[in-house]
């Protein structure tokens, strides 16, 4: 069974950076978009970045352009969230997302496979 796992959260003051890392367990499985979302207590699971399989297409969340980075490496079937200038209102638990599928919604939910069970990501003022 293929398995996401992330890393690199912790907690960090304003303006301050993290870069989270999200490590797939099956090397071997072809896999297309790649995305990460977050999700704040009590809030809805969100979009945050998705990147294409050859990396040369990305999509950010209104509120993180310019802030945050996806990146990718097919070589160790790896994704990477870069997070600069992080504000407190990116508090939030981060997943990672990867699709089978060579097309489809790569920001919502529905458009992923696999899913890692988050890494929290908490940021003071």
């Known amino acids: 069974q293929v398995q996401l796992v992330e890393s690199g959260g912790g907690l960090v003051q304003a303006g301050g950076s993290l870069r989270l890392s999200c490590a797939v367990s099956?090397?071997?499985?072809?896999?297309?978009?790649m995305g990460w979302f977050r999700q704040a207590p009590g809030k809805e699971r969100e979009f945050v970045a998705a990147?294409?399989?050859?990396?040369?297409?990305?999509n950010y969340q209104d509120s993180v352009k310019g802030r945050f980075t996806i990146s990718r490496d097919n070589t160790k079937n790896s994704a990477y969230l870069q997070m600069n200038s992080l504000k407190p209102e990116d508090t939030a638990v981060y997943y990672c997302a990867a699709s089978l599928r060579g097309s489809g919604s790569y920001t919502s939910d529905a458009g992923y496979d696999y899913w890692g069970r988050g890494t929290q990501v908490t940021v003071s003022s």
């Open positions: 990147i294409s399989r050859s990396g040369g297409r990305t």
């Open positions: 099956e090397r071997t499985i072809s896999l297309y978009a």
